[in-house]
Nanobody, 124 residues
Framework: QVQLVESGGGLVQAGGSLRLSCAAS????????MGWFRQAPGKEREFVAA????????YYADSKKGRFAISRDNAKNTVYLQMNSLKPEDTAVYYC?????????????????WGQGTQVTVSS
């Protein structure tokens, strides 16, 4: 099992930036695919971005392309989500997820390990 801990959330004004981090521990050799999801109050969890073990393949929700960037540092067992030009509608709890058999899926059900989440609040 992999343990995931997110950090970097907070309060930011619209137009600002944040970088979220997700540190993996435990059986990190199995953290092949890692991704970010978010859930706003009263809404379903939605896919944000995901990245392969090598970092050579990344996927984004269409609405996040150009504003968000996912990256990873395997030496640190950490994945990042750089968020720019933030909007109030980006306000949500952001979750990190990992799965050893990830193959490009954008479905939360295909990720076995989840972090506790970090709150991102964007004020207008």
């Amino acid at each position: 099992q992999v343990q995931l801990v997110e950090s970097g959330g907070g309060l930011v004004q619209a137009g600002g930036s944040l970088r979220l981090s997700c540190a993996a521990s435990g059986r990190t050799s199995s953290s092949i695919g890692m991704g970010w999801f978010r859930q706003a109050p009263g809404k379903e969890r939605e896919f944000v971005a995901a990245i392969s073990w090598s970092g050579g393949h990344s996927y984004y929700a269409d609405s996040k392309k150009g504003r968000f960037a996912i990256s990873r540092d395997n030496a640190k067992n950490t994945v990042y989500l750089q968020m720019n030009s933030l909007k109030p509608e980006d306000t949500a709890v952001y979750y990190c997820a990992a799965d050893p058999a990830w193959y490009g899926s954008r479905r939360g059900a295909d990720f076995a390990s989840w972090g506790q989440g970090t709150q991102v609040t964007v004020s207008s």
